[in-house]
């Protein structure tokens, strides 16, 4: 963005033009110099753009020395206002065009132009249509996931039997390890 200010001066109609991929942001008017209040006390200030043209605004020496806009132009237009005596200053920035860009690129300029060299070199396009899967291929895809779930069930199941032995062994620790059994029995081999 870059400072854009334009002095119109008394009776004179100023036309601005955007430079190309540029707009023109109007954000601010303010009235000139004034020597005599009372001669600057009603300043219409005109736009044209092509044919039509509109009073953006009104100022005033005594209660209104400037106005606010928000006016963004990308094309030729024309600034004015009514105060026989004085200048009105307009101000605001300039900005690259971003739709510009995307509209001027002449992307339609290089599609066509690749359509033609693929045509010249011969490369041709696979049908989708055309193409059906394999149903032998795509069977062992479904057995290899039904296999992985097996699996993963099966270790959840070895997890949960291990999980149980643990709970077991942790129910043996009560019982005294040695030759003897629960209840007296001996599993020495000696009777």
Same mark, same amino acid.
């Given at each position: 963005?870059?400072?854009? %200010?334009? #002095?119109?001066?008394?009776?004179?109609?100023? $036309?601005?033009? !955007?430079?190309?991929?540029?707009?023109?942001?109007?954000?601010?008017? +303010?009235?000139? #110099?004034? $020597?005599?209040?009372? @001669?600057? $006390?009603?300043?219409?200030?005109?736009?044209?753009? %092509?044919?039509?043209?509109?009073?953006?605004?009104?100022?005033?020496? @005594?209660?209104? !020395?400037?106005?606010?806009?928000?006016?963004?132009?990308?094309?030729?237009? #024309?600034?004015?206002?009514?105060? =026989?005596?004085?200048?009105?200053?307009?101000?605001?920035?300039?900005?690259?065009? !971003?739709?510009?860009?995307?509209?001027?690129?002449? &992307?339609?300029?290089?599609?066509?132009?690749?359509?033609?060299? @693929?045509?010249?070199?011969?490369?041709?396009? +696979?049908?989708?249509?055309?193409?059906?899967?394999?149903?032998?291929?795509? +069977? !062992?895809? =479904?057995?290899?996931?039904?296999?992985?779930?097996?699996?993963?069930? =099966?270790?959840?199941?070895?997890?949960?039997?291990?999980? &149980?032995?643990?709970?077991?062994?942790?129910?043996?620790?009560?019982?005294?390890?040695?030759?003897?059994?629960? #209840?007296?029995? &001996?599993?020495? %081999?000696?009777?």
């Amino acid at each position: 963005m870059e400072f854009w %200010g334009v #002095e119109v001066k008394a009776g004179q109609t100023l $036309k601005v033009k !955007p430079e190309l991929f540029k707009l023109i942001h109007v954000s601010q008017a +303010a009235i000139g #110099e004034v $020597k005599d209040v009372k @001669e600057a $006390k009603y300043v219409p200030l005109r736009l044209t753009v %092509g044919e039509n043209s509109y009073v953006i605004g009104t100022l005033s020496a @005594e209660d209104r !020395p400037q106005l606010m806009f928000d006016l963004v132009f990308e094309k030729e237009f #024309e600034l004015s206002h009514g105060w =026989k005596n004085g200048s009105v200053h307009f101000i605001g920035y300039t900005a690259d065009d !971003p739709s510009g860009d995307e509209i001027d690129s002449g &992307d339609d300029v290089f599609s066509d132009e690749e359509n033609v060299l @693929e045509a010249l070199n011969g490369k041709l396009e +696979a049908d989708v249509k055309d193409v059906k899967p394999d149903a032998k291929k795509s +069977a !062992p895809v =479904k057995d290899a996931k039904n296999a992985k779930v097996a699996e993963s069930k =099966k270790e959840a199941e070895s997890d949960e039997d291990d999980s &149980d032995d643990e709970d077991d062994s942790e129910d043996d620790s009560d019982v005294p390890l040695g030759m003897d059994g629960p #209840e007296g029995m &001996d599993f020495s %081999g000696d009777s």
